[in-house]
């Protein structure tokens, strides 16, 4: 069973928003961060956004800053990614993650994430 279900992504013209959404929807192994990373063909992966699911702290790929959001809703198990001022560089499929946060970072847990929602943005 794959712990965590994304949805949200799709096609979008530049400058336009897509809010993706990521649901825990099995066991997370304790993780105490959540967040997302992407990867574009035959690029390598890059971290999008992280959140610590204790204290609601927040870091962003510096590609993105003041640009996309990360949230959460503790009580639906979910994470949200707000993406707004789309580029097509931001083209990738985007995969949710969880791990454990420490001294400010998210390091991902192997096998805990998802499959995958594919973002395609168009000039």
């Known amino acids: 069973q794959v712990p965590l279900v994304e949805s949200g992504g799709g096609s979008v013209q530049a400058g336009g928003s897509l809010r993706l959404t990521c649901v825990v929807s099995g066991y997370t192994y304790g993780s105490t961060c959540m967040g997302w990373f992407r990867q574009a063909p035959g690029k390598e992966h890059e971290k999008v956004a992280y959140?610590?699911?204790?204290?609601?702290?927040?870091e962003y790929g510096d590609s993105v800053k003041g640009r996309f959001t990360i949230s959460q809703d503790n009580a639906k198990n979910t994470v949200y990614l707000q993406m707004n001022s789309l580029k097509p560089e931001d083209t990738a499929l985007y995969t949710c993650v969880a791990g454990d946060w420490g001294d400010g970072i998210c390091f991902p847990k192997a096998g805990v994430w998802g499959q995958g929602t594919q973002v395609t943005v168009s000039s």
């Open positions: 959140i610590s699911t204790e204290h609601g702290i927040t």
